[in-house]
């Protein structure tokens, strides 16, 4: 069974900075598309960046980038977001999602955050940036 477990959330001044992680287990040897989407209450989710395990490529929405990376680190079956220059507009609650059946290009152009239709999501985890 594929879990994702979020970490690395929370309060942040507007400018500062925070990293948020996510765990994967269960996806085994299979590449999956790995995103973070964010939501706030009421509002549609909003995908803002994806990867492909194992590639190299990666996408960012127009909202974040230059501000936001995403990467991975294989060993440790890991995800990040790292967020820098956060506005008061990045706050919502942020989930990892993973889907084990899109292919590498679907994922990584961007594709994946239109639908926001993945497999797997984790439980989500609040970020809230003050002015």
């Known amino acids: 069974q594929v879990q994702l477990m979020e970490s690395g959330g929370g309060p942040v001044q507007a400018g500062g900075s925070l990293r948020l992680s996510c765990v994967t287990s269960?996806?085994?040897?299979?590449?999956?598309?790995v995103a973070w989407v964010r939501q706030l209450p009421g509002k549609e989710r909003d995908g803002v960046a994806a990867l492909s395990t194992g590639g190299r490529d990666t996408y960012h929405s127009d909202s974040v980038k230059g501000r936001f990376t995403i990467s991975q680190d294989n060993a440790k079956n890991t995800v990040y977001l790292e967020m820098n220059d956060l506005k008061p507009e990045d706050s919502a609650t942020y989930y990892c999602?993973?889907?084990?059946?899109?292919?590498?290009?679907?994922?990584?152009?961007?594709?994946?955050?239109?639908?926001?239709?993945?497999?797997?999501w984790g439980q989500g985890i609040l970020v809230t940036v003050s002015s």
């Open positions: 999602a993973a889907d084990t059946t899109m292919d590498y290009s679907y994922c990584t152009g961007g594709w994946a955050l239109v639908g926001n239709q993945f497999e797997y």
């Open positions: 269960g996806l085994l040897a299979r590449r999956a598309c």
